[in-house]
């Protein structure tokens, strides 16, 4: 039936000329970059030794009592925040509401242990407002309460400051997506304005609700910096105590696998709730939202219910470290201060243009040969960011390990040379860790572009007599150069707010602005550690303005 | 004798799945020709095929009388002259209006392409939008610049793919009017996609009507709806009954409502059991007549009535009546058939 000859190609399908290691191609990087996960998971079911059963009998409850009650905090925490803020200025009218629509995400810029760091220097003991407090009153030393930021409930408040955002972010989404006439309809059928809140908005939401919180929380459970410096047992912290106080990779990687366990768990229930989210959207009829106005202490009641947040969780912090800044740019910015800015901006674009390279590359891909092989490597790819970097290091460095020294006895037996550690301390395991955690999202983004150059696109421009070539130049490039920009830009930003797989797999002596922060501070140097941390926030507030002002202008039907 | 397309016992089909069937048909140029059938019948993988987007398994096409299509060649897309207005209309969203219509005119100097433009965008009717992008124009418009483009570099034969589905109703038929007469002022050769037999009435000279992949019946509207040879195509196109009859000579079968009389021969032998087609059209409301039947359901069509009947035994028709009769469910009202087009089937073997 089908004895074509070979030349004659589906030029639909294949836009780009086939080429015959592009599928082999994809699933090498798949397997590549999910190699540091699998070996993880094979440590669950990795034989115990004395370690391991001595952190059984000692550590491991608290670890998981901590990790519990850290969830449940920061869940509560940014679940009020969050829906709460969504809903306000989502669906009501009051002062200040248009400015704060996209100013709530601002938080997102402080990585967690930065905000901590600045709420240590501000809070404590030494810090201004204890200072004043004692100042005015005449107070000593244990004359009064004050609360220990240092704690498992600062720590669970700080999380909540700078995590809620993403709670806030689908909540708004979902509400502004719900169709009117469910709306209107609630109300025709007797309820009040926030009766239909409760029975219809909210279950309606609730789906992009969960999958937000999933995402706090997995940020929760994968922050390392924060929770060090707050001297927190929890899994992060007792990863890198097992591997480097105990010297135990095996124990710390059992240790990994149990949490990526829990990780793993809170994708499951993100990818669900956004598919039931697709589920709940029932109507496709949008027009302008009906609006609370709300007037007199209501409004000012929703003006502080969203000031509150935005000013704890952005502008006393910004405004503290612009302060510490002020004080000690003099001595801290100097030649070496510089040089570590620049190497931070190298590693943190030479690791974004890599992502967008793969991204592009596997994206491409997909859309040549679908099948579900390549779909599923795509996916396999794409669950790295869920993945702690603690985790992502231990992942990374046993297998490399394993490869050095494999290498070098090979080499020492056949030429009596030997290699010594190849790649685990060097710049190439760093950007593979970055590889594994941050391609998924330069990929979500590559993709989601390339999903809006729909194939009839292809295939007018070829009508047009473009051949396959032309059509990349002048149709895909022009369509795809804003998302391969944001998929660099949030990637550069994640690779230069990344804490703690920096900081195992660094190569000795090689220093980012974020391992700079962060050993200034374990130092008690926090004044000192103001400018890299006012760097790094500085650069994290660009995906945070790009996404607000998509956040401001997109309105589904509008 | 020259023709601007020819498709020739094509066959064609995804991976491992056949879809069309020795399909043929011929256009001469400027004739506008559809394929007509329901949604999965192939009739996209033949204008893909024409376009260059599938290959052939077999056959041959012609565009020009040059062979573009063949079991062992296949003329890619971008070397066939051939325009393509695309369902969803695939407007290059980064581009103006005029750069959208202008993107097939590349090879010509500016002034030339500018004034090439303009001429396009005066002919479909949107002189004053060449400036505003795609996502600022109504879905109307947006298939307007879509048909400009594909007209611009003047192409051998213009494809269009279901290109009114993604309209409101109302508007389809006046479009595809619209579309016929731009076409018709330029003399283009056409083939139209669709699944909508009164867009196909609008647009078409010529109608195709394929099912499971193989062309059934080729001609005018006119003769699809009066002449249909195969159950499929009388179900497909039109509205209808099947009512039995019994044949009595070579001209004349016997039904419920009477006898009637073709202008063709009857194809079986005398006292054989047939079918036969009723369109509403057929049936007329009189109450002087000696055959009634009772109404069973009525659909107001504004102009006229829908009348569903049930005839004493039991056979049900329909009858399309002026406005004015207005007759209650259950009401007997007397009915007799006016027909030229004696449609005949043999007995279908399920009864």
Known sequence: MRDRVDDVTRASARLLPQLQLWRPGIFLVAILFSLPIFTIVSFLLHPANDIWQHLLDTVLGEYLLNSALLVVGVG??????????????????????????????????????????????????????????????????????????????????????VLYPYVYLLARAAFLEQSVCVLEVSRTLGCSVWSSFYRVALPLARPAIVAGLSLALMETLADYGMVSFFGLSVFTTGIFRTWFGLGDAAAAAKLASILLLFVFTLVVIERWSRKRAQYHHSSNRYSVLPQYRLRGYRAWLAFLACLLPLFFGFVLPAGQLTVWALQTYRHMVDASFLALTLNSILLAASAAVLAVVLALFLAYGKRQFRGPLVTASIRVVATGYAIPGTVVAVGVIIPLAWFDNRVDSWMSDHFDVSTGLLLSGSLFALMFAYMVRFLAISVQSVESGLGKIRQSMDDAARSLAYTPAQILLRVHMPLMKATVLTAFLIVFVDVMKE????????????????????????????????????????????????????IATARAGS | MTSQLDVVDLDAGYDDLQVLNQVSFRLQPGEIGCLLGPSGCGKSTVLRCIAGFEPAWNGHIFIDNAEVSSRRYSLPPEQRNIGMVFQDFALFPHLRVEDNVGFGLKHLPRRERQSRIQEMLAI???????????????????????????????????????????????LREQLAREVRS???????????????QNEAFAMADQICVINEGSILQQGSGYDLYHQPNSRFVADFIGQGVIIPATVEDSTTVKTELGR????????AAPGSLVDVLIRPDDVIHDDASEESAIVVEKAFRGANFLYFLRMDSGVEVMCLAPSHHNHRINERIGIRLDLDHLVIFARAEAG
């Open chain 1, 76 to 161: 509560i925490g940014t679940l009020v925040i969050g829906v709460g803020c969504a809903w306000l200025t989502s669906l009501c009218v009051f002062p200040g509401k248009r400015l704060f629509a996209w100013a709530l995400l601002m938080p997102l810029a402080f990585p967690g242990y930065i905000i901590a760091y600045t709420y240590t220097g501000m809070f404590d003991f030494a810090g201004p407002v204890q200072s004043l407090l004692r100042e005015l009153s005449g107070w000593g030393f244990r004359d009064y309460y004050f609360p220990e930021i240092r704690s498992l409930g600062g720590a669970i408040t700080m999380f909540t400051l």
């Open chain 1, 499 to 550: 804490l703690p797989a920096t900081l195992i797999l660094r190569p000795f002596d090689f220093n980012t602005l974020a391992v700079r922060a962060f050993e200034l501070a374990g130092d008690e140097r926090l004044a000192d550690s103001s400018t890299a941390a006012l760097m790094i926030v500085a650069v994290g507030l660009v995906p945070v303005l790009l996404l607000s002002r998509s």
């Open chain 2, 260 to 267: 009637i009389t073709g202008d063709s021969i009857i194809d």
């Open chain 2, 182 to 196: 731009i076409l018709k002022q330029e003399n283009n050769t056409a083939v139209l996609v669709t699944h909508d």
């Open chain 2, 124 to 170: 479909v009717g949107m002189p004053a939008y060449a400036q505003a992008y795609p996502h600022q124009l109504s879905g109307g418009q947006q298939q307007r610049i879509a048909l400009a483009r594909a007209l611009a570099p003047r192409p051998t034969i213009l494809l269009l793919d279901e290109p009114f589905s993604n309209m409101d109703v109302e």
